[in-house]
Nanobody, 122 residues
Framework: QVQLVESGGGLVQAGDSLRLSCVAS????????MAWFRQAPGEEREALAA????????YYADSAKGRFTISRDNAKNTVYLQMNSLTPEDTAVYYC???????????????WGQGTQVTVSS
């Protein structure tokens, strides 16, 4: 079955950077778009970024533009989220998701990982 496994989260200080990874298995990775979302306690799930199957196009939510970068390595079945200049407001569980179409709509994604916690201290 399809499995998405995120890693790279942790506790960091404001201003630090983190790179999240998501390894996919059980699907033909290079045929699928990938995306990153996050959910803070008491908040709705928020889209961050999406990338097409080839990596040729990327899409960002306003909250991610300028600080976050999505990329992928199809040879490694992995999608990344580079996050810079982190603030306490970035504290959340970060999820990767996969489906055929690159979009920032969470209801368009069939496959989801379990999430990785990112905590940013001030």
């Amino acid at each position: 079955q399809v499995q998405l496994v995120e890693s790279g989260g942790g506790l960091v200080q404001a201003g630090d950077s983190l790179r999240l990874s998501c390894v996919a298995s059980g699907l033909s990775f290079s045929d699928y778009a990938m995306a990153w979302f996050r959910q803070a306690p008491g908040e709705e799930r928020e889209a961050l970024a999406a990338i097409t199957w080839s990596g040729g196009s990327t899409y960002y939510a306003d909250s991610a533009k300028g600080r976050f970068t999505i990329s992928r390595d199809n040879a490694k079945n992995t999608v990344y989220l580079q996050m810079n200049s982190l603030t306490p407001e970035d504290t959340a569980v970060y999820y990767c998701a996969s489906d055929r179409l690159a979009t920032l709509r969470s209801d368009e994604y069939q496959y989801w990982g379990q999430g990785t916690q990112v905590t940013v201290s001030s």
